[in-house]
Nanobody, 114 residues
Framework: VQLQASGGGLMQPGGSLRLSCAPS????????MGWYRQAPGKQRELVAR???????NYADSVKGRFTISRDNAKNTVYLQMNSLKPEDTAVYYC?????????WGQGTLVTVSS
C-alpha cells in the first residue's frame, strides 16, 4: 500500500494550494496522518499532522496559514495552504501511521515564486 499525493504546483506568493493524499489500498486503524516537507539542502520537517480523534499539530512556521483536515471514511488527508510564501517551497510528503507501520507518499513539489 502506498500513499498517493496530489495538488502541488507553482503558485505566486500570497496564493493558495490544496494538497490531498489517500492510500492506494486499505490501511486499517490509522492513528495519525500528516504532511512533511523537505526543501533543497534541508532536512525533512513536520508541517502538520492530525490524529484519529481530530487533534492537530502544526509547525510554528505555518500556523494560521495552513489547515490540515481528514476524511476518516476515505482515509484521506488534506492540507489547505493559504498565504503561501517563497520559503514554503519544498517537496511535500504525505505520511500515515498505523499499527507500528509508517507509510509515505512519493512527494509532491510545491513552488512558491513570482
Amino acid at each position: 500500500v502506498q500513499l498517493q499525493a496530489s495538488g502541488g504546483g507553482l503558485m505566486q506568493p500570497g496564493g493558495s494550494l490544496r494538497l490531498s493524499c489517500a492510500p492506494s489500498g486499505s490501511i486499517f486503524s490509522i492513528n495519525e496522518m500528516g504532511w512533511y516537507r523537505q526543501a533543497p539542502g534541508k532536512q525533512r520537517e513536520l508541517v502538520a499532522r492530525i490524529f484519529s480523534g481530530g487533534s492537530t499539530n502544526y509547525a510554528d512556521s505555518v500556523k494560521g496559514r495552513f489547515t490540515i483536515s481528514r476524511d476518516n471514511a476515505k482515509n484521506t488527508v488534506y492540507l489547505q495552504m493559504n498565504s503561501l510564501k517563497p520559503e514554503d517551497t519544498a517537496v511535500y510528503y504525505c505520511h500515515a501511521y498505523s499499527r507500528f507501520t509508517n507509510y509515505w507518499g512519493q512527494g509532491t513539489l510545491v513552488t512558491v515564486s513570482s
